[in-house]
Structures are given as C-alpha cells and as structure tokens.
Nanobody, 115 residues
Framework: QVQLVESGGGLVQAGGSLRLSCAASGSIFSINHMGWYRQAPGKQRELVAI???????NYADSVKGRFTISRDNAKNTVDLQMNSLKPEDTAVYYC?????????WGQGTQVTVSS
C-alpha cells in the first residue's frame, strides 16, 4: 500500500503563486510516474502535469509556461510550482503516482484563485 500526503494548497489572488508538495510512503518499490490532477466543481478530473522516473514531463496546455513539476526520487516527493495563477485554476488538486501498474491518489488539496 502507498500513502500520499499533499500540502501547499490555499487561497491566492490572481497572478500569485503557490507550491504544492506530495510525499509518498509505504510499500514503495519503484515509482514510475508522479503527477498532479485537478477537479473543478462540475467538471471532470483532468491531468495538470506528470513526470516520469527519468524526468520527462508533460503538461496540460492550459498550464504550460506557468506551472513546473519536479520530483525528488530519493525522497519520493513531487512538487508543483504554480505561477501566474488564474481564477480558472481553482480546483481540488490531487497527487497521483504509479507503482508497479497500480495508481494511487492523494486526498486532494484545495487551490482557490480569486480575481
């Protein structure tokens, strides 16, 4: 079993920045991808950013140039630096990791961007 603990959400004004962090613990043998998803009210959960064990990254078009994902393989952590935040970035953000073919999710952290 893998546990994910997220931190760093909150309320920020448009144009501001937040940094989300996620720490994985438990039965971790080999983490493949680590990533962040988000879900706004009334919308489906969507991919925000993902990073592979080799460091390759992929971003949603809506966040390219504003968000940066990074990971520390030694600490089993993944961060999401979010700059130039917009009201449409408001959502619950979920950490996601893939371990030996299984998907694990964090509990979610709220990010609210006021206009």
């Amino acid at each position: 079993q893998v546990q994910l603990v997220e931190s760093g959400g909150g309320l920020v004004q448009a144009g501001g920045s937040l940094r989300l962090s996620c720490a994985a613990s438990g039965s971790i043998f080999s983490i493949n991808h680590m990533g962040w998803y988000r879900q706004a009210p009334g919308k489906q959960r969507e991919l925000v950013a993902i990073i592979t064990s080799g460091g390759s990254t992929n971003y949603a078009d809506s966040v390219k140039g504003r968000f940066t994902i990074s990971r520390d393989n030694a600490k089993n952590t993944v961060d999401l630096q979010m700059n130039s935040l917009k009201p449409e970035d408001t959502a619950v953000y979920y950490c996601n990791v893939g371990v030996l073919g299984f998907q694990y999710w964090g509990q979610g952290t709220q990010v609210t961007v006021s206009s």
